[in-house]
Nanobody
C-alpha cells in the first residue's frame, strides 16, 4: 500500500524559504516519477515540479530558478526546496507518486506566503 506524508509547510514572508518533505512507504521512490503539485481554492491542481526515475526534473515556468526537487532514496523521501517565495505560491502542496498510470497522493501541506 502506497502512503505519502507531506510535511514542512507553514507561514513565511515573501522572499523567504521553505523545504517540503514527502515521506513515502510502499513505493521505491527512485523507480517511479515523484512530483509536487499545488492547489488553491477554485482552481485545478497544477504541477509544480517532478523527478523521473532517471532523475530528470521538470518545473512549472512560474517556479523555475526558485524551486528545486530532489530525493533521498535511502530515506524514501522527496523534497521540494522553495526559495524566494511569493504570495502567489500560497497553496496546498501535494506529493504525488505515479506508478504506471495511477497517481497516489499525500494529504497535502499548506504553504502561506505573506506579502
Amino acid at each position: 500500500q502506497v502512503q505519502l506524508v507531506e510535511s514542512g509547510g507553514g507561514l513565511v514572508q515573501a522572499g523567504g524559504s521553505l523545504r517540503l518533505s514527502c515521506a513515502a512507504s510502499g513505493v521505491i521512490t527512485r523507480t517511479v516519477t515523484m512530483g509536487w503539485y499545488r492547489q488553491t481554492p477554485g482552481k485545478q491542481r497544477e504541477l509544480v515540479a517532478a523527478m523521473t526515475s532517471g532523475g530528470i526534473t521538470n518545473y512549472a515556468d512560474s517556479v523555475k530558478g526558485r524551486f528545486t526537487v530532489s530525493r533521498d532514496s535511502a530515506k524514501k523521501t522527496v523534497y521540494l526546496e522553495m526559495n524566494t517565495l511569493k504570495p502567489d505560491d500560497t497553496a496546498v502542496y501535494y506529493c504525488d507518486a505515479r506508478i504506471r498510470t495511477t497517481d497516489y497522493w499525500g494529504q497535502g501541506t499548506q504553504v502561506t506566503v505573506s506579502s
